[in-house]
């Protein structure tokens, strides 16, 4: 079977190839899984490139979430079937296979969208956590995001919305603003010298308890300063590279609080019942279609250059994903 691997950390066009490997020899209680979609995340690609808070033993497969459906299984497993389709979680998934034991392999629903699917862990999980971890929010209270275009920008916005939550989205780019209204934005605001008072002016008043930044920079400290007395930032993502800038009298004189928010943590820290009960409303939400990510392009696993400097480009529009097996 083929997979894709990189033995040194640099560019991701430059270090990762293809290569086949024999199949792996299914053990008692296990299950072989053929990859369906898995996505390409920011932070697959900064993990390659070395920029990511931590970093595998070389040589290693990206991926960190997928869905596939059961090719094989033990013959001692009970409640996993042929053809069924499975979350992949706890698996590098940009290959075309995985094994492992049955009991690791969340069933999904067969009627939904495979594509949809392959994205159910990394986002729309950071989406919800970062609505219900930093604050007791209620219908009405204003939220303000940056990198609100992205696919946790767009979970947030569809959570937020079901929630009876308003939102400010901050952009970089004109032509991202007219998409996030159509999906239930309440204000999308393109980042620029004025924002802080633009977002002021949305929010008409109303207290600005939270703002979510994946940008950090500049605009991390305009989101910092627009916040209400006691507001809470939360910085989950650096994608303009540049490490955030904290505007000392917020932090004095305004008593905003700072935080973090690492999805890999919360998994370490939560209990069973929490993660089955967050997997359980993020499943039903996707595969009833009330919560959707664009899907850009999907690529084959030979084309893993173009996939990932697709992924790379900021002028894209949806995820850009890898199909390993025909769907």
Known sequence: MKKIIYEEIGDPVDVLRIKEVNHETLGPGQARIAVLAAPIHPSNLLQISGHYGVRPPLPATPGSE????????????????????????????????????????????????????????????????????????????????????????????????KR???????????????????????????????????????????????????????????????????????????????????????VIFNDITVKGFWLTKWFERASAEDKQKTFAEIIELISSGLLKAKVSRTYGLDDIKEAVQAAASGGRDGKILLVPNPL
């Open 164 to 250: 009876g939550l308003k939102t400010i989205n901050v952009v970089r780019r004109e032509s991202a603003v007219q998409g996030l209204l159509e999906i239930g934005a309440d204000h999308v605001l393109v980042d620029g010298p004025g924002l802080v008072e633009q977002i002021n002016a949305a929010a008409r008043g109303a207290p600005l308890r939270l703002a979510i930044d994946a940008v950090g920079g500049g605009t991390f400290s305009k989101l910092a300063t627009a916040l209400s007395g006691g507001g809470t930032v939360v910085c989950y993502g650096l994608l303009s590279m540049q490490a955030p800038t904290l505007p000392s009298t917020a």
């Open 66 to 161: 997928g869905v596939g459906r059961v090719t094989e299984i033990a013959p001692d497993v009970d409640g996993l079937s042929l053809g069924q389709t499975v979350m992949l979680a706890g698996y590098n998934t940009w290959q075309e296979e995985v094994v492992g034991p049955a009991s690791s392999f969340i069933i999904l629903p067969e009627t939904a969208d495979v594509l949809q699917l392959s994205m159910l862990l990394v986002n729309p999980i950071t989406a919800l956590r970062l609505l219900d971890s930093f604050g007791d929010l209620k219908p009405g209270d204003w939220v303000i995001q940056s990198a609100a275009n992205s696919a946790v920008g767009e979970y947030l916005i569809q959570l937020a919305k």
